[in-house]
């Protein structure tokens, strides 16, 4: 059983305020703004979120409905008796409104309440209403345990933000569980994806989505990737579940368009931008506005968030370094799907990681044949069960790595793929052998379409053991369970228990892997 199933009084309370404050954004009055807007103080109804948190820092963001001073205040109460203030950005057009303020010097394994209000910047006195927030810092004694969930996939495949159904229900559903973090796998937008006002279903139903102008086609100028950003924002439960579990985000394909990669030129009528290269700069632009990432002042997706002794959590970047989509039978492949720069970074990162477990987020499946078209391949896995081809190659070669260093507790977690599923490879099965056992977990959609179960590719010798899927393609959320997965290590015996949850309340499986063994 989860060690907090519920939200605690206090983040209850914080949490009532928070979604008074954004109460004008609701699904009914999306274009309505509060009174003290109108009167000429700075609104926040686009609710706040936490990203990147660990021991002693963390991230708060939001946006403003003009220009705006952003200022945090932090404290150990509910009542904000004590607080600690943090000055944050000026926010303005540049950043089409939005900044984030870094928070230091937390206290570890603690609940910390903040408040978000944003100031005329020529005026501090006249401050808009707070907007309220809370999250747990990672602990730093092992005994306390980490819980926290994955998924990915949000408003694909026409299936937007539906009134009728309540929007984005899991959110509410992953929020009632109350984990530490939320993992969010990639395809955070479906910036490739249009949406329609309403969708009949096969069996007669009509599935209807809020509208904004972006969603109403592709995205390719930077104000329209900033739409698409902001349209699941629109979701009263994604308000509510950002104000109490802070994430770590990362991106795949759809936040730019379905299975780019760098140097590629469109052949699709839908785009006068040709060029992906561009379409994925304005996107990660938008990304890094709407997202608390801590590395993106780098420029870089990839960065390892240290959640305790217990957790480290490698977010990885497939999308930004790889080669372009081919066959995938090369016997030479020094790019692969990570880019070289990148695996050597996760290399030397696993070998200084001291927690008890390395969570690898990938944004796309190891062993699962993912195409794209009729004869490219999207992923790692190219469908030939041979010796490792292509991008296989790079990931054999971490995995080879991992084996020989003896580098304990990797777990492999995705998304993408819009079904559920566990995946256990084995040198005994495969024919590459020189790497030691290893689990990869599938969770998703989130809030998208549902697809059948992709192909296994017996290079790595995966063994699907569970898997619970669609039997046709781009089943709505209408008329099949969202999927998140669930992590929760104990402090105590330091095992880790995964469990793949479906929409409605249920546990569709569940497994607990021992600490301390190469691999796993």
Known sequence: MPHRPSPSPARRSVLRGSLAASAALSLGAVASAPAFARSGRPSARWGVQAGDVTATSGLVWVRSDRPARMVVETSATESFRHVRRHLGPLLGPDTDFTGTTALRGLPPGEQVHYRVTLTDPDDPRRGGEPVTGTFRTAPARRRDGVRFLWSGDIAGQGWGINPDIGGFFAYEEMRRLDPDFFLCSGDTVYADGPLRPSVTLPDGRVWRNLMTEEKAKVAETLAEYRGN???????????????????????????????????????????????????????????????PVSTLHAGRMHRVVRYGPLLDVFVLDMRTYRNANSPGRQTDDGTGILGAAQLAWLKRELSRSR??????????????????????????????PGAPLGRELQIAELLRFVKHRRITGTVWLTADVHHTSAQHYAPERAVFQDFAPFWEFV??????????????????????????????????????????????????????????????????????????????
Request: proline share 7%; no cysteine.
């Open 443 to 520: 969770s998703g959609p989130l809030a998208a379409g549902g697809f059948p179960a992709n192909a296994l590719d017996g290079t790595f010798g995966p063994r699907r053991v569970f898997v619970r899927a669609p039997e046709r393609a781009n089943v709505s959320p209408m008329e099949s369970p969202q999927y998140f997965g669930e992590v929760d290590i104990d402090g105590g015996s330091g095992e880790l228990t995964v469990r793949l949850r479906a929409t409605g309340g249920a546990t569709l499986f569940t497994t607990t892997l021992a600490p301390g063994r190469v691999g796993q």
């Open 229 to 291: 950003f902001r349209y699941n924002l629109l979701d009263d439960n994604v308000r509510a579940f950002n104000a109490q579990v802070p994430s770590v985000v990362q991106w795949d394909d759809h936040e730019v368009r379905n299975n780019w990669y760098p140097g590629q030129i469109l052949d699709d009528p839908r785009y006068t931008e040709k060029d992906v290269d561009v379409l994925a700069a304005r996107s990660l632009r938008a990304f890094g506005e709407y997202f």
């Open 355 to 384: 927690a008890v477990w390395k969570v690898l987020a990938a944004d796309m499946p190891l062993g699962l044949v993912v195409p794209d078209g009729a004869s490219d391949i999207e992923a790692v896995a190219q469908g030939d």
